[in-house]
């Protein structure tokens, strides 16, 4: 089991321009979530997926920020434009069932300038 | 969603057991109580997870209180490599699968 994978693992950026960050869960799990880490605000559950369908994306931050989840294999976080305020760790994790736990991935450091 | 209170730090000696509370008084009868850890540089890792009874696994102990409103993360022998951030966090069992993360309590381990 490779685990939730995430890529890529640094990115680096200038505002404005588009980024897309991917997510593969792990095989058989129906849940998939997006977090983001920073130093100020913590971890921020952005949205997430059931049975790729999504249930809450309350914690978007703005409409700049979309994801999608065409099939149980894989998701996309997408910010265009991105802004350097932007900048964090994004975790992808995943859930097999109910009350059970989640797998993160090894997150995706962004850096906008 | 229900809310969890830690201790920002707590310290440890190498060997020693840790200690680890969570308060969490408005926890609903359906609510998992489970427990991850963020060593540096890493994503959260799982940890142990438990509904009303102790549970214990071969990283932790899960101790949950009678009244359910408080919880205690036990590492029997804590080494180097436990410092991290510990996260309490309540997870509705038959709702929304959402985690709500807090700050979480950093250990630090001292040798």
């Known amino acids: 089991d490779a685990g939730v994978i995430q890529s890529p693992r640094h990115e680096v950026t200038e505002m404005g321009q588009e980024v897309t960050l991917r997510c593969k869960p792990i095989?058989?799990?129906?849940?998939l979530f997006w977090y983001r880490q920073t130093m100020m605000r913590g971890l921020e559950l952005l949205i997430y997926f059931n049975n790729n369908v999504p249930i809450d994306d309350s914690g978007m931050p703005e409409d700049r920020f979309s994801a999608k989840m065409p099939n149980a294999s894989f998701s996309t976080l997408k910010i265009q434009p991105s802004e350097p305020r932007d900048s964090a760790v994004y975790f992808c994790?995943?859930?097999?069932?109910?009350?059970?736990?989640?797998?993160f991935g090894s997150g995706t450091r962004l850096t906008v300038v | 969603d229900a809310k969890t209170t830690q201790p920002n730090s707590m310290e440890s000696n190498e060997e020693e057991p840790v200690h680890l509370p969570c308060n969490h008084s408005?926890?609903?009868?359906?609510?998992?109580i489970h427990w991850y850890r963020q060593l540096p540089s890493q994503g959260p890792e799982y940890v142990i997870h438990g509904l009303t009874s102790n549970v214990n696994n071969r990283m932790a102990s899960l101790a949950i209180a009678e009244d359910r409103k408080s919880s205690t993360l036990i590492l029997h022998r804590a080494t180097l490599r436990d410092a991290a951030v510990y996260y309490c966090i309540l997870r509705d069992g038959w709702g929304t699968y959402k985690y709500i993360f807090g700050t979480g309590t950093r250990l630090k381990v001292l040798a």
């Open positions: 408005t926890i609903s009868g359906t609510d998992y």
């Open positions: 095989s058989g799990h129906n849940s």
């Open positions: 994790a995943s859930s097999s069932r109910q009350g059970g736990g989640y797998t």
